[in-house]
């Protein structure tokens, strides 16, 4: 039922905590809302910010786009302009006309407006959020009670419009050649026909779900007008956008992936938006919403030190955890937001804080209000950075000086195992340190190493074609990449098409090559190979349990840089659950290979990428493999192996052996370098504690020197 239109009228306690950046449920009556007025009549409450205008008006198909049909009244204070309009039902087009005092007229859709005209249209749509029947309580209730520390986190990245399409054929009318634009040029023609919400809850959620991972993380899905930008210069913070559906459809998305068990995690942008003349630039006229424009990208930067515009942020943030029952939200170019500076390259043009800094302080203060506010209204969903510089302490609490997301993007991680993996066999011993440097600091921060959308286009190439080699070994380097990054410590993130080794970069325009999985072997084999280690990630604790603490990891040998082979232990909180790993990143396989292990008994191979199925070369580890009574890489014991050729194996102790009794002179026999262990800087992070203001974190503790 409708609420009464008075109850929606913004109050005295509204506009102050508006004003202030406190209203955290500012969506509740910003914006178009069903309501019935005091004679009964049905309608829609309108309430929009537009400070310093001569007046605003509703207008829209209802009332033919009279644009003096719906005069709205402005708030005594604070520069809201609201009305109520009989008649009008879900669905209905509309737009706010903003007279300017200095005359001029600005047409805007809603900027809380819930649903939008499909693009190429430009306008707001009436819509009643209210009614969807969710499905998930029993899910939200298990959330609740879960360490997100201390569970799987394999994240599946996606842009909605492009995993699949229907069809292939151009769309839009060709050039008068008969051809359609393509790749290189500026705007290619669409191939095939999107994908609707409920075709993905069907089918993207079934396919996640079977190739293992834990969570599906969205590229931004508010309303934009360019497919190009890739959802990254909004217009509509609070409408999923129309392309595929309604909002109702996109909760019954998030329903269907929580009903087959994955997380959703969407990726929010409140560092800036299009400077579109419908959208929020200069809404009344002036610099109103943003204070600059961003020098690399042309968008408008917010203007965090407006208590307005954080009340719209906070409340956007709130809204998809509250009425999407989002799983998670990755908040874009934190680093753009950070810095006063960034991406300014002239000294002339630069500007520092009153500290004599170039943080900005506004922009850091926002960050922490924001996942303070998470931490206390949705304690259980994870807040997660995309931060790529050395800034200190972001996934620590507010409260001990850290910004408070839950995790952080490990950019450098991805940077330096990309250049080793591309680099040519016979120069990767020179660039041993790109793979192991990463463990210097992987514990700093809660970190996710992130194979995302960012490496595969605008000139980068795909993953597979930045391997050396031919056919084989590109192959047999995608699925090294992939053991790696599952074996290494922290979250992983992978972008569509990854999982199959697509050859050509991400289109937005297309969907994923899937049809080479279904026409080629080698593809096929890729496919598998992925699906059976995010399964093998799943069932064994080792490679999550501990993946945020120091304890959950222990080098063996990090030093082989000739042989380009690393070892090393990856730790449970059951000893019975701790693996070994061995990498070979070399185009050679090596017999009788004698390797430390950190216990005396039985070792048996669990996981070899180089199997047959996977299309590899079949160098496995059959059978048992007992240790022996020799010390090697600083160990007790040790036990000899088959090296696969470019390839990772995982072993575990599957059994006792007695040990025979040590030899006097065993005792005095020089054993190889002590093994290195992951620098303990802190101790073991107490993540199951709850801090105020945020969901658990890392206490704030002295580190020894970033290395990021």
């Known amino acids: 039922m409708e609420p009464r239109d008075s109850t929606l009228y913004l109050s005295n306690d509204d506009l102050f905590l508006f004003a202030r950046g406190e209203w955290y449920k500012s969506y509740e009556k910003m914006g178009a809302h069903p309501a019935v007025n005091e004679a009964g009549e049905h309608g829609y409450h309108f309430a929009v910010w537009a400070p310093d205008v001569r007046s605003v008006h509703v207008i829209g198909d209802f009332n033919g786009w009279d644009e003096a049909a719906t005069p709205l009244i402005e708030t005594e204070t604070g520069g809201i302009w609201e009305g109520f309009v009989a008649g009008i039902e879900g669905g209905c087009l509309y737009k706010y006309l903003i007279f300017t005092n200095d005359g001029d007229k600005l047409y805007k859709a809603d900027p809380y407006g819930f649903y939008a005209e499909e693009v190429p249209g430009t306008a707001s ?24 520390f201390k569970e799987p986190l394999n994240i599946f990245e996606v842009h909605l419009g492009s995993w699949r399409r229907h069809g292939d054929e151009p769309q839009g009318e060709p050039r008068e050649d008969g051809t359609y634009p393509g790749p290189g040029d500026p705007f290619p023609a669409q191939r095939g026909t999107f994908y609707s919400y409920d075709d993905l809850a069907d089918e993207l959620v079934a ?5 293992g991972y834990s969570h599906v993380e969205i590229m931004p899905v508010n309303e934009h007008p360019f497919d190009g930008s890739w959802g990254y210069q909004p217009t509509g913070y609070y409408a999923a956008t129309s392309r595929y559906g309604n909002p109702k459809q996109f909760m019954h998305f998030i329903d269907a992936c929580h ?6 995690i969407l990726d929010w942008v409140p560092g800036g938006f299009c400077a579109n003349s419908e959208g929020l630039a200069t809404f009344n006229g002036e610099m109103l919403y943003e204070h600059k424009i961003h020098p690399n990208w042309n968008t408008h930067q917010f203007d965090y030190s407006r208590g307005e515009v954080r009340s719209f942020l906070v409340s956007n943030a709130l809204f998809w955890a509250e009425r999407f029952h989002a799983d998670g939200i990755r908040m874009d170019g934190v680093s753009s937001m950070l810095y006063m500076n960034f991406g300014i390259d002239d000294p002339g043009q630069k500007r520092f804080n009153e500290k004599g800094t170039e943080e900005d302080l506004d922009a850091s203060a926002f960050i922490r209000q924001t996942n303070a506010a998470m931490g206390k209204f949705h304690p259980d969903v994870m807040m997660i950075a995309e931060e790529s510089t050395a800034w200190p302490l972001v996934t620590y609490p507010p409260e001990n000086g850290g910004l408070g997301f839950h995790f952080k993007w490990d950019m450098g991680w991805m940077n330096d195992t990309l250049h080793y993996m591309q680099t040519d066999f016979p120069w990767r011993p020179g660039n041993h340190r790109l793979l192991t440097f990463s463990t210097m600091y992987q514990f700093n921060e809660n970190f996710i190493l992130p194979l995302s959308h960012d490496e595969v286009v605008n000139g980068k190439c795909s993953l597979i074609t930045r391997m050396p080699g031919d056919y084989w070994r590109q192959f047999a380097g995608m699925r090294a990449l992939a053991f790696y990054q599952m074996t290494h410590a922290g979250g992983k993130l992978n972008f569509m098409g990854n999982e199959i080794a697509q050859f050509i970069e991400w289109r937005y325009y297309e969907g994923i090559q ?3 999985a279904e026409q080629y072997e080698t593809h096929r084999h890729q496919q598998q190979f992925v699906r059976d280690l995010n399964r093998f990630y799943n069932e064994h604790p080792a490679l999550w349990q501990r993946a945020f603490e120091s304890e959950g990891f222990e080098w063996i040998d990090a030093d082989n840089a000739d042989q380009s082979v690393v070892t090393f232990i990856r730790r449970g909180e059951d000893p019975k659950d701790d693996l070994v790993i061995l990498i070979n990143f070399d185009v050679n396989a090596r017999e009788d290979f004698r390797m430390g292990v950190p216990e005396w008994g039985v070792y048996e191979e669990l996981f070899n990428s180089d199997d047959e199925r996977f299309g590899g070369s079949g160098v496995v580890n059959a059978g048992k493999l007992k240790c022996q009574d020799k010390p090697w890489n600083g160990r007790e014991q040790s036990i ?10 995982v072993l575990k102790k599957t059994g006792t052996l007695r040990r025979p009794a040590k030899k006097e002179a065993a005792k005095k026999e020089a054993a190889k370098p002590a093994a290195k262990k992951a620098p303990a800087r802190k101790p073991a992070a107490k993540k199951t504690s709850t801090v105020k203001g945020t969901s658990a ?7 020894g020197s970033s290395a990021e």
Request: aromatic letters at 12%.
């Open 640 to 649: 000899v192996v088959r090296v696969p050729p470019l390839a990772g194996m």
């Open 259 to 264: 009903a087959a068990g994955l997380g959703v």
């Open 514 to 516: 899937y049809f080479l």
């Open 697 to 703: 974190k890392k206490p704030a503790t002295k580190k």
């Open 207 to 211: 396919y996640a779900k079977d190739m």
């Open 125 to 148: 749509r009436t819509f009643d959020l209210e009614g969807y029947e969710w499905g998930d309580a029993d899910y939200l209730k298990s959330r609740s009670e879960r360490n997100m």
